[in-house]
RNA sequence: GCCCGGAUGGUGGAAUGGUAGACACGAAGGACUUAAAAUCCUUUGGCUUCACGGCUGUGCGGGUUCAAGUCCCGCUUCGGGUACCA
């Protein structure tokens, strides 16, 4: 009887529908095991060959799990917003819902037809508002919430309000956008509508001003994982930057859990690497440099200082009211403050030590030169000087002194408080509260200058900018300062002289794409006129602006360390900036010295060091002297929400006095809505501008916005397990129960776009305490790719002659690519060549040995190629089973291969040959008699083998086991139930069809799904003698059968009276002998 | 540039430091058949030998070891990821 596999596969596939067989229900009396394969996009292209890889690979899994008594998850469904066929829908006016719906109903035939395990009452589609009511609450649950870093936790805004309430920004650890200054007093103040937009900046789910990458053919912006090398991901448009307000989720706050996360997951090295690069989290100092030579920025009249700033010398009279001396001053007095602040009275530190940090609301420094004096302690901000005298101010000279100091003092704005030493010793809070006093009282100062220049983080407030370096070692060798081209201190900095060359530099940049930057590597910048202050070492160096300095990373502006960074080298080369060795022994003449290592030299008290002690005293000492801090930056960046798209999740939002307000819960979910045309509004705005009626039922607009792609797919997991609850996204039971997903396999391309944000969505579910596990996916596999194999033909140019694979170097050939689907075995079937195309119907050949043999390539698979290949054909020609078992044999399940159907045919011999060992005479028949020592071990060893491979995943080796075991089997004539029983238990989850058919064969009435998976016996793999390969000095001479229970003595001393062994040892007497109990026996002899 | 992973017959690939090439494809030869398909048997890394056998062989060059595809060092090369990330 012939291995029918079509009517065989079809009539278990109709039995498992109408048992129910893969019906999941909790069961506490099981152990449970989740198998997820990731989300697949329905594609109109439908499923090429490679796609079912990683699905046959958990099928494999689930199905083992389940034969070993597990209760198996086993999910699938459909990630179905996206881009695709909104394309679609705009080229052809056909609703999206329309097109998904046809190419699910298509997906889903074409996997019915491989036999998958999935429990399909569970399948979730991303599209269905049943399903995206939880995307939508998840994001109100985002926007009432802000991430706390004192606690590392996602927490209600509500408690981050009435922290404001009570202190303002006192004290607070949020994680935000931008650093905020205010107090108590100063948010009771605030409107409703200036609170609601300073809570943006803290809430996890906010919308703001960002720069965002948009593709203008696709008509929307995309996320950092859309974009690579300035192209979208999908279609390869060209991406810009742009500024527009989005929404944002604040993943950059879970950056550090999302990295140590990483260590207690069982993924790849490879794909944790992916992911610790993109985090990106590098320590260092973000440190601040004063610019020498500010220009103003405000635009005339608003610049005006409106504090009095009169003086004496002309000179003063244009300065605004930002820097405190003039250059040349400074550059006199700097020394002098510096080793004033090095040598402070008692009195002078105590008072410092209540000043410093912002410990009273306000940033005082020390020593500050103001106008051509030292005063002690100066708080810029609010123009207020504090002085602390000793003794001799007491003396009638002095007084005078003092009396005209503070004239002078005063005529340019300042006022000045003078407290004795003892006063201060004595009841410091006493001047603390005189102080206090005399700040609030100077209020009128808040609104100065700086208002325009972006708050330093370092709590500072007087012109100059940050840098963020993890080199503050280096400090001495910095020669220049760059500023990214779209940094606002651009403006600041340049000065009239540079102002045009700064302004072509910047339109020029504007004009390069993203792409041009990355693929031409020229060295360009523009100096700005401007000079910085090193605040460490005090020189004045010169600020450049380049486009090698990124806005977005850090603070867009860098130190220039030519000595030691490769990039600044290159500068420095390019431009002529002065390069300083701050490594003994370094080599700087050719290239930088970029290592983190040697002895630090040129580098005042770093002197000495090494690289590694150099930087911690760094940043020790300038965390000391209030230049900067330590701090870690992450490259991780908040990811964009908001597509300027019709086919996606609607937001839950309305505005309302142009702020944003989230739907009561009630009126989830937001549905989608109709629209005329799926394109952006003649006004521009996106497809939902076109709906009817898209506002609440009190007449606010709804958002226009949609969500991106990865807003669905971000917390599907969970919704599996509980997929058709109304109340909750999963409900407590179902979550306990199930917990997290123990096997996730698919591919690597969402190793920074999914894998990230489904990690953040779920920590951000776990801080609400709405689910159990703080990590996903506890175990991930990537399936390899599964790449083209294309065949060629060669045409003899100008003509329609083809020429076979051997010959064509007699010719002058193009190569063209032909189909490979009439392509078999590299030959080309020419019939159907012919007919393929109305061009080649008259092609004429040029055949080797009778045939037209084709060349051969492996690339991607697709269309243009004409190598795909469909799993239904293959499905339609040899079965389920075989492509199951083909897709598993063709090599390790992580590797990439391409797809050649050339070696199927081995696998579908096996399958035959297995079934007519349940026949003879094509009658059914089995024995039940007792198995001989012989075909016990060949099952035992089988069973053993197949076992360990499912945990490793080592597929394609379990395939080989399958068909040594039946080619032995075969050989040994063997039909005996007891053997053939267990075997197809253990085939099962390879091919499902084919061990269902057999167990019933051999009587079962129930699915072998439901079976026991068998355990293989030690006892009967024992062998009785071992196959000792002899070897001289490592080379292999002949092999020895010798008892396996032979002592090591007994095998060295019956190889050496071996004639054999005589005869190869020449007379020569043996140096050792290594003999290996049951492996080995190695003679070493004098060469 | 940086990070990760590879490199083994004509092809896909196998090998806890212990007989390299399992298993399969392809190819060649043979059996059955009027013929084809299907099935079955034999051979199949290279060189050499009538044969027994010998030599050689896992990208290249070194090393460790009784023994290296496997471990270490240095290169070449091909994939994948990422990119002026300070």
Same mark, same amino acid.
């Given at each position: 009887m012939d291995y029918n596999f079509r009517e065989i596969e079809q009539k278990w596939q109709k039995f498992w529908i109408e048992n129910r067989t893969y019906k999941t229900e909790i069961d506490h009396t099981k152990p449970k095991f989740y198998v997820l394969d990731m989300f697949p996009?329905?594609?109109?292209?439908g499923l090429h060959v490679g796609h079912p890889l990683g699905y046959i690979a958990s099928d494999i899994y689930s199905r083992y799990k389940r034969l070993n008594g597990f209760n198996v998850l086993h999910p699938m469904g459909y990630?179905?917003?996206?881009?695709p066929a909104e394309q679609y829908a705009i080229q052809t006016g056909q609703h999206p819902a329309v097109t998904t719906q046809k190419n699910i109903k298509r997906y889903r035939e074409q996997l019915d037809k491989i036999g998958f395990s999935y429990d399909w009452d569970r399948e979730v589609r991303t599209c269905e508002p049943d399903y995206y009511k939880w995307t939508q609450w998840a994001f109100i649950q985002m926007f009432n919430s802000y991430y706390s870093n004192q606690t590392q936790q996602a927490r209600p805004i509500a408690e981050l309000v009435a922290h404001f309430e009570k202190s303002?920004?006192?004290?607070l650890q949020a994680a935000c956008t931008e650093e905020l200054n205010f107090t108590a007093d100063d948010w009771n103040a605030k409107t409703e509508k200036e609170q609601q937009e300073i809570l943006l900046n803290y809430r996890i789910a906010y919308l703001a001003d960002m720069k965002v990458n948009w593709c203008a053919a696709l008509g929307t912006v995309l996320a950092n994982d859309e974009v690579s090398e300035g192209l979208s991901?999908?279609?390869?448009h060209p991406v810009e930057q742009k500024v527009m307000r989005q929404w944002s989720l604040r993943v950059s706050a879970y950056a550090q859990r999302l990295l140590d996360g990483l260590d207690k997951i069982d993924w790849t090295d490879s794909l944790k690497e992916t992911q610790r690069n993109w985090i990106g989290r590098s320590e260092g100092a973000e440190m601040r440099f004063e610019i =020498?030579?500010?220009?103003?920025?405000?635009p005339q009249g608003e610049?005006?200082?409106?504090?009095?700033?009169?003086?004496?010398?002309?000179?003063?009279?244009?300065?605004?009211?930002?820097?405190?001396?003039d250059a040349n001053t400074w550059k006199l007095l700097k020394e002098n403050a510096k080793s004033m602040r090095l040598e402070p009275t008692e009195a002078e530190d105590l008072l410092w030590q209540n000043l410093?940090?912002?410990?009273?609301?306000v940033k005082f420094r020390r020593q500050q030169p103001v106008d051509i004096f030292i005063p002690d302690f100066v708080c810029t901000q609010k123009k207020l000087i504090i002085e602390v005298d000793g003794e001799?101010?007491?003396g009638k000279e002095q007084i005078e002194l003092d009396v005209e100091r503070t004239r002078i003092l005063e005529t340019i704005g300042y006022k000045v408080l003078r407290f004795t030493n003892e006063e201060v010793l004595t009841n410091v809070s006493s001047v603390l509260e005189r102080i206090r006093t005399e700040i609030k009282n100077r209020d009128?100062?808040?609104?100065?200058?700086? =208002?325009?220049?972006?708050?330093s983080p370092c709590g500072r407030d007087r012109v100059g900018f940050d840098v963020f370096t993890?080199?503050?070692?280096t400090i001495y060798g910095v020669t220049f300062m760059v500023l990214a081209? /779209?940094? !606002?201190?651009v403006d600041i900095c340049t000065t009239a002289e540079q102002a045009e060359a700064v302004k072509n530099y910047i339109d020029a940049t504007k004009k390069r794409t993203e792409r041009e930057r990355i693929a031409d590597r020229k060295i360009t910048g523009v100096f700005t006129g401007s000079y910085a202050i090193?605040?460490?070492?005090?020189t004045e160096i010169p600020i450049w602006i380049s486009?090698?300095?990124?806005?977005?990373?850090?603070?867009?502006?860098i130190m220039a360390v030519p000595g030691h960074d490769s990039r600044d080298y290159a500068f420095a080369k390019h431009f002529n900036l002065p390069i300083i060795p701050l490594?003994?022994?370094?080599?700087?003449?050719? /290239?930088?010295? #970029?290592?983190?290592e040697g002895i630090m030299i040129n580098?005042?008290?770093?002197?000495?060091?090494?690289v590694p002690e150099a930087i911690a005293k760094a940043k020790e000492y300038i965390e000391e002297e209030g230049i900067g801090k330590v701090k870690v930056n992450y490259r991780l960046r908040d990811a964009?929400?908001?597509?300027?798209?019709?086919w996606g999740e609607p937001f839950p939002v309305y505005y309302k006095d142009d702020l944003p307000y989230m739907l009561d819960?009630?009126?989830?979910?937001?549905e989608l809505p109709e629209v005329d045309k799926y394109l952006p509004t003649?006004?521009? /705005?996106? @497809?939902?501008?076109?709906?009817?009626?898209?506002?609440? #039922?009190?007449?606010y607009k709804l958002e226009l916005n949609t969500m991106p792609g990865f807003a669905g797919s971000s917390a599907y997991y969970l919704r599996y397990? #509980?997929?058709?609850? #109304?109340?909750?996204?999963?409900s407590t039971e179902a979550n306990e129960y199930?917990?997290?997903?123990?096997l996730y396999i698919g591919g690597? !391309?969402?190793?920074?776009g999914h894998l990230i944000y489904s990690r953040f969505w779920n920590k951000f579910l776990f801080d609400l305490g709405? =689910?159990?596990?703080?990590? @996903?996916?506890k175990k991930l596999i990537n399936q390899g790719m599964i790449q083209g194999r294309s065949n060629f033909v060669y045409r003899?140019?100008?003509?329609?002659t083809f020429v076979s694979l051997n010959l064509k170097d007699q010719y002058d050939v193009t190569p063209i690519h032909v189909d490979v689907n009439i392509v078999s075995n590299d030959v080309l079937d020419v019939e159907k060549f012919r007919n393929w195309n109305p061009e080649y119907k008259n092609a004429e050949f040029i055949l080797e040995n009778g045939k037209y043999i084709c060349g051969w390539a492996v690339e991607k698979m697709s269309k243009s190629m004409f190598n795909v290949v469909n799993p239904d054909d293959i499905v339609e020609k040899y079965g389920a089973d075989t492509l199951r078992l083909y897709e598993m044999f063709?090599?390790?399940?992580?590797q990439s291969k391409p797809w050649d159907t050339n070696g199927i045919d081995g696998v579908h011999r096996f399958l035959k040959r297995l079934w007519s060992l349940f026949f003879r005479d094509n009658n059914l028949s089995f024995s039940n008699e007792t198995p001989t020592p012989e075909e016990l071990k060949v099952l035992h060893k089988t069973i053993k083998k197949i076992s360990s491979d499912i945990e490793t995943f080592s597929y394609n080796t379990s395939v080989s086991a399958f068909m040594i075991c039946v080619n032995e089997l075969y050989t040994l004539k063997c039909n005996k139930k007891s053997i053939m029983e267990p075997l197809t238990i253990i085939l099962a989850p390879f091919a499902p069809h084919i061990a269902e058919e057999l167990y019933h064969l051999l009587g079962?009435?129930?699915?072998?799904?439901?079976a026991q998976w068998p355990l293989h016996n030690e006892e009967y793999l024992k062998e009785s003698t071992v196959k000792y390969p002899v070897s001289f000095n490592g080379k292999v001479r002949f092999t020895l059968e010798l008892?396996?229970?032979?002592s090591r003595e007994d095998v060295e001393k019956t190889t050496l009276t071996n004639e054999q062994t005589q005869k190869y040892l020449d007379g020569k007497t043996p140096k050792k002998v290594i003999v290996v109990p049951g492996k080995i026996v190695n003679i070493v002899v004098a060469p």
């Open positions: 996009y329905p594609s109109g292209a990630d179905a917003y996206g881009l303002g920004t006192a004290d991901i999908r279609g390869g =020498v030579n500010p220009t103003p920025t405000l610049g005006e200082d409106l504090s009095p700033n009169p003086s004496t010398e002309g000179e003063r009279e244009a300065k605004p009211s930002y820097y405190t001396t410093r940090g912002l410990k009273l609301g001799y101010h007491n009128i100062f808040t609104s100065n200058v700086e =208002v325009k220049v972006k708050p993890t080199r503050p070692d081209p /779209e940094s !606002e201190l090193n605040p460490v070492a005090d486009d090698y300095v990124l806005a977005g990373y850090g603070t867009g502006a490594i003994e022994g370094a080599d700087i003449s050719e /290239e930088s010295f #970029d290592a983190k580098s005042g008290f770093l002197n000495g060091l090494t964009i929400f908001s597509r300027q798209r019709y819960e009630s009126k989830l979910p937001l003649e006004t521009g /705005e996106p @497809p939902l501008g076109r709906a009817k009626n898209w506002a609440t #039922d009190d007449g397990m #509980d997929p058709k609850n #109304d109340k909750a996204l999963v199930w917990q997290d997903v123990d690597t !391309e969402h190793a920074t709405l =689910v159990t596990k703080d990590e @996903p996916f003899i140019q100008g003509t329609n063709l090599g390790p399940l992580e079962n009435t129930t699915s072998v799904c439901d008892p396996a229970d032979m």
